[in-house]
């Protein structure tokens, strides 16, 4: 038979830990309906014939919610018929600071639902000189009170056997009468809701805003009642608040004994004394961020070019095995080559999930919010921005994905945003092609060179953009969710090298089920516009050709020409026709524009279209002999260089803004549950782009 | 009504230097009170302030066995003696 066990506590109290440990790698990511929070939950077998699902709710401090992850909890706890609702609950606490741990489990008891209380880091506790009475403690709740170590896996299956036997109807002693605080209203309440808990429905009189199961009549009852009876949301939950430390206290007096000393905090404030110092904290940290860039830049190139290089042998082995035909062409040149693009994220996905990991288990990464804060907050960021944007220079799809340790909804909203605008690692050699072409290859001063002084000044617009739309951004987007900064500094510790890979893993899994669906289609959605063409046009290019191609001599020369000659016909380069009248204005004719159509699977494809469009003498995809035919092209309408200063610059000022990354896409309409952010992104991202080019092209040319 | 005398003062968290330690009276906004309490500054409790962020603001403080970051706006609305 099967159970569902939701594990319900603070945030740093070892959850994740304690859920890995459940479930190992027995574990999925769902959603809660509505929300655009995960829902992680796995199984795990309690004893012998007896199987669990466990649900893992976000980290709370109190059933009050602060942000909209918290708002979850209630939002399950209350709801009977909602799925994920548990028949019994793990609160697990952190026994080194029982008490404020214990609010949350005091309110959690009144709600009625069967618990056990997991007394986690007892490990950490011990060495802290803190003595817990766990038999008294169980005996004071009425609830099963176990001793565990997540870290250290001790107590895990005692956790288990306890709640595979967890009494179907809640034991707890009720923590707090809270009739005394608002009596009439929560007698109205129980009886139009009928139930026979005051606390459910004192928690209802707060929070039925967000609990949509009631029906908008009920809605506006429950609200007429808060009228009636002068319901003060605030100054109940401060009143319920006091009572709640006011039992935990009495509670709480003879089960602890704390013989600790004053220096059981000294490492962790000697770390902090260097890690948050005005200089050597700035030092580190920025040593450290040049690590991770460093490892998501050059390390993961490595494997990625093990991917590029498999997917290309697949596709190639393909073509000379299997029958030609469009068939093999969709499965090889859409569906494979789009699954390659998928997957050679993966390196980079993982490598910065490593790092993040790492500096969140070790309790870093608050210590880096605590510092950047001041600034960060001034542009409408965070201190937790700071990752995401430094791992943009690498690639946004996993720094998106990186925000998600941004609890506020707001700041994290503005992260995912601005962090396609800094100059990611696809942009490089768009970049160095076009530099290539407009600057010349000249020092000044002697030393510096123009066409690094190009590159680096590519490189600082992306940040200034970023600041100034993150900026833009904090006065237009609207939140009701109060920015609050009151945060636990946790104390430092060793990372957990089991939850280091599950987060790889778990992120790169995410990345390739989800965002992949969206990347798979529109790679199919391009191949197809690449490889057809309105009518018989691609039957009259084969005609033509057909007799040409039989001088073997000549063979790999017409066949270029008549890719190219393709490519111009298909609906791409239709379209890229098409949209010629609108980007003249920026400087570019038809072919730059089937250009911008092609690299919005990503921006390093404008190169490879191109060497195809430039190729008609024949020849390889070597890119200073494209260099050259780009350079030599002339504007059929003006017979001028197409590529001259004015269009290069504002090429390259298309290409810092615009977002021509579908991955990019993907994973914002993943990590915000919608169509809504990524469509304002690629509108915002496109205007910004599309302006700053014609400005550009307008002043130079 | 509380005790006024030279060496009990009353003044805001944020006013306090490193250090420096206080007990929790009252507070000046009640939403942020919620959160303050539940995250254990509750009145009686005492606060130590241990350092404040390299550009001055957030600080972090000892309370309830645990160490707190909050900006300065924030501890603001402590009152402590």
Redesign the interface.
Same mark, same amino acid.
């Given at each position: 038979m099967n159970i569902k066990v939701a594990l319900v506590g603070n945030p740093n109290t070892g959850k994740s830990t304690l859920f890995n440990r459940l479930t190992g790698l027995n574990q999925k990511i769902g959603n809660f309906p509505g929300i655009t929070v995960d829902k992680k939950t796995g199984f795990t077998k309690l004893v012998e014939g007896r199987d669990a699902e466990i649900i893992d709710l976000p980290g709370t401090?109190?059933l009050?919610p602060?942000s909209n992850d918290e708002r979850i909890v209630f939002q399950v706890l209350a709801d009977k018929n909602n799925s994920s609702y548990p028949d019994v609950i793990v609160l697990i606490v952190d026994a080194?600071?029982l008490?404020?741990n214990m609010?949350l489990f005091s309110q959690v008891a009144d709600l009625g639902i069967p618990m056990v209380l997991a007394l986690n880091m007892t490990d950490l506790s011990d060495k802290q000189g803190i003595y817990i009475h766990v038999d008294k403690l169980a005996a004071k709740l009425g609830v099963q009170v176990i001793p565990i170590s997540a870290r250290n896996n001790i107590g895990i299956d005692k956790l288990k056997t306890a709640v595979a036997y967890t009494n179907k109807i809640a034991t707890q002693n009720n923590a707090v009468e809270v009739n005394f605080l608002a009596p009439e209203a929560i007698k109205a309440v129980k009886q139009k809701i009928n139930t026979d808990n005051d606390y459910y429905a004192l928690q209802v009189l707060h929070q039925h805003e967000h609990l949509s199961f009631f029906s908008e009549s009920e809605q506006l009852e429950i609200e007429e009642i808060e009228k009636v009876n002068h319901f003060e949301s605030?100054?109940l939950?401060?009143a319920e608040?006091?009572a709640r430390?006011k039992y935990l206290s009495t509670i709480l007096a003879d089960v602890v004994i704390d013989k600790g000393t004053a220096e059981k905090?000294s490492f962790?404030?000697k770390l902090?004394?260097i890690l948050?110092?005005?200089v050597w904290?700035?030092a580190i940290f920025l040593l450290i961020l040049f690590v991770i860039f460093n490892a998501i830049f050059a390390w993961s190139s490595y494997p990625m070019d093990w991917i590029e290089t498999g997917f290309g042998y697949i596709t190639e082995a393909g073509h000379s095995y299997l029958p030609a035909g469009m068939l093999t062409d969709l499965l090889l040149d859409g569906v494979i080559a789009g699954l390659g693009g998928i997957f050679v994220f993966i390196p980079q996905i993982a490598i910065l999930f490593a790092f993040i990991s790492i500096l969140e288990d070790t309790g870093y990464m608050?210590r880096v919010t605590?510092?950047m804060?001041?600034?960060m907050s001034k542009v409408g960021l965070n201190g937790k921005s700071v990752v995401p944007m430094i791992g943009g220079l690498a690639c946004a799809v996993p720094s998106i994905m990186a925000a998600r340790n941004i609890e506020n909804w707001k700041d994290r909203m503005i992260t995912i945003m601005v962090t396609p605008l800094i100059s990611c690692s696809a942009r490089l050699p768009v970049y160095i092609l076009l530099i290539s072409l407009i600057i010349p290859q000249k020092t000044v001063l002697g030393i510096i060179s123009l066409q690094g002084l190009a590159l680096m000044v590519m490189y600082l617009i992306s940040f200034v953009a970023a600041i100034l739309v993150a900026w833009v951004m904090k006065i237009i987007i609207k939140s009701k969710e109060?920015s609050?900064?009151?945060?636990?500094?946790?104390?430092y510790r060793m990372p957990r090298w089991k939850n280091v890979f599950y987060t790889m893993f778990e992120k790169s899994k995410t990345f390739v089920f989800e965002a992949g669906k969206v990347i798979i289609a529109i790679s199919i959605i391009l191949w197809v516009m690449a490889s057809f063409g309105p009518g018989n046009r691609f039957e009259n290019i084969d005609n033509k050709y057909q007799s040409a191609l039989l001088d073997t001599a000549k063979a790999e020369h017409v066949k270029t020409l008549i890719a190219t000659e393709k490519l111009e016909n298909s609906y791409v380069g239709i379209l890229g026709h098409w949209i010629e009248p609108a980007i003249r204005p920026l400087g570019y004719d038809w072919k730059i524009g089937i250009g911008l159509i092609t690299s919005f699977a990503a921006r390093e494809a404008f190169v490879g279209t191109m060497a195809t469009i430039y190729s008609v003498d024949g020849g390889d995809a070597d890119t200073s002999t494209i260099r050259e035919r780009m350079a030599a092209s002339v504007n059929s309408r003006t017979n001028l260089p197409v590529y001259s200063f004015a269009t290069g610059i504002s090429l390259m000022l298309f290409y810092a803004f615009a977002m021509q990354c579908m991955s990019t896409v993907a994973i914002v309409y993943r990590e915000t549950k919608g169509w809504k952010w990524p469509i304002i992104q690629l509108a915002y991202m496109t205007a910004m782009a599309y302006f700053a080019a014609l400005i550009a092209y307008q002043l130079l040319k | 009504m509380m005790i006024e005398g030279k060496n009990k003062k009353q003044m805001k968290l944020s006013q306090l230097k490193v250090g420096q330690t206080g007990t929790i009276m009252a507070f000046t906004d009640? #939403?942020?009170?919620?959160?303050?309490?539940?995250?254990?500054c509750?009145?009686g409790e005492m606060v130590e302030v241990?350092?404040f962020?390299?550009?001055?603001?957030?600080m972090?403080i000892?309370v309830?066995?645990?160490?707190?970051?909050?900006?300065k706006s #924030?501890a603001a609305v402590i009152i402590i003696q």
């Open positions: 401090y109190s009050y602060k080194s600071n008490k404020r609010l605030s100054k939950q401060a608040t006091i430390y905090f962790s404030d902090d004394s948050t110092h005005k904290g700035f608050a605590f510092m804060d001041k600034i109060k609050y900064f009151i945060m636990e500094l946790p104390v | 009640l #939403e942020m009170s919620v959160k303050l309490m539940e995250m254990g509750l009145p241990e350092r962020a390299p550009l001055g603001d957030p972090a000892r309830a066995g645990y160490q707190l970051c909050l900006r #924030e």
